[in-house]
T-cell receptor, first 114, second 113 residues
Framework: DQQVKQNSPSLSVQEGRISILNCDYT??????FLWYKKYPAEGPTFLIS?????DKNEDGRFTVFLNKSAKHLSLHIVPSQPGDSAVYFC?????????????FGQGTRLTINP | DGGITQSPKYLFRKEGQNVTLSCEQN?????MYWYRQDPGQGLRLIYY???????QKGDIAEGYSVSREKKESFPLTVTSAQKNPTAFYLC????????????FGDGTRLSIL
C-alpha cells in the first residue's frame, strides 16, 4: 500500500526550460510535504517543503504547489540547469505527537539536457 | 562544519553475523532516524528516536536494533535475523516536531558476502 506515489520514474528536460515533478498521496492525515534531491551514493538533500495550510511555497528556482483536494503536489524548477540532474523524492508526514515519520515516494530521475 | 556522519561508507557482512552502522550528528538535533533504500524504491523508516534513551519502531524494524545513549549518536545494528540486509542505509536528524525537515548523512552500503 503505497501512500506516496511518484508515477514518473524518469523525466528529461532541456536546459533553461521548466521541470515539473509530480507526486500523489492517499493519506488525508498528511500535513507536511517535502522534496529531496539525491545524487548516486549520497544522502538526500532537502530542497523545499510545504505545510498543509499553504498551497504554494517558493525558494529561488524551486516552487512547490499543493492541491489538497486532489491529494497532489508538484515541484517546479525554473530555469532548469544541468546540475539539477538527479533523483527527486517527495515525502510526506502526519503530525503525531511531535514524531515526524516521513513516507517517501519511489523517486523520479530528472535529466537536464544541454 | 555541522552535519551528519555515517561510517563506514561500505560494509560487508558474512551470513549470520551482526553488524553495527554508526551515525553521529553535531547539529544539536533532538530527533534521529534510520531509513533503508532498496534499488528503484523510496526510503523506508526502520527506527526513530525523538529524545535520548527513547526510540520507536518504524515500518520495517524486524531484524534491526538501535540505541540512543547520547544525543549525538544513534547506531543501528543489523542482526542475523534480518533476512535481506543488503541495502543502502541512511541516517537522518531533525530539530524534532512539526515542520522541521530531516537532514541526511551520506549513507552506508551494506552487502552480504
Amino acid at each position: 500500500d503505497q501512500q506516496v506515489k511518484q508515477n514518473s520514474p524518469s523525466l528529461s528536460v532541456q536546459e533553461g526550460r521548466i521541470s515539473i515533478l509530480n507526486c500523489d498521496y492517499t493519506n488525508s492525515m498528511f500535513d507536511y510535504f517535502l522534496w529531496y534531491k539525491k545524487y548516486p551514493a549520497e544522502g538526500p538533500t532537502f530542497l523545499i517543503s510545504i505545510s498543509s495550510i499553504k498551497d504554494k511555497n517558493e525558494d529561488g528556482r524551486f516552487t512547490v504547489f499543493l492541491n489538497k483536494s486532489a491529494k497532489h503536489l508538484s515541484l517546479h524548477i525554473v530555469p532548469s540547469q544541468p546540475g539539477d540532474s538527479a533523483v527527486y523524492f517527495c515525502a510526506a508526514s502526519a503530525n503525531m505527537k511531535g514524531a515526524q515519520k516521513l513516507v517517501f515516494g519511489q523517486g523520479t530521475r530528472l535529466t537536464i539536457n544541454p | 562544519d555541522g552535519g551528519i556522519t555515517q561510517s563506514p561508507k561500505y560494509l560487508f557482512r558474512k551470513e549470520g553475523q551482526n553488524v553495527t552502522l554508526s551515525c553521529e550528528q553535531n547539529l544539536n538535533h533532538d530527533a534521529m532516524y534510520w531509513y533503508r533504500q532498496d534499488p528503484g524504491q523510496g526510503l523506508r523508516l526502520i527506527y526513530y528516536s525523538q529524545i535520548v534513551n527513547d526510540f520507536q519502531k518504524g515500518d520495517i524494524a524486524e531484524g534491526y536494533s538501535v540505541s540512543r545513549e547520547k544525543k549525538e549518536s544513534f547506531p543501528l545494528t543489523v542482526t542475523s535475523a534480518q533476512k535481506n540486509p543488503t541495502a543502502f542505509y541512511l541516517c537522518a536528524s531533525s530539530m524534532g516536531g512539526w515542520l522541521q525537515p530531516q537532514h541526511f548523512g551520506d549513507g552506508t552500503r551494506l552487502s552480504i558476502l
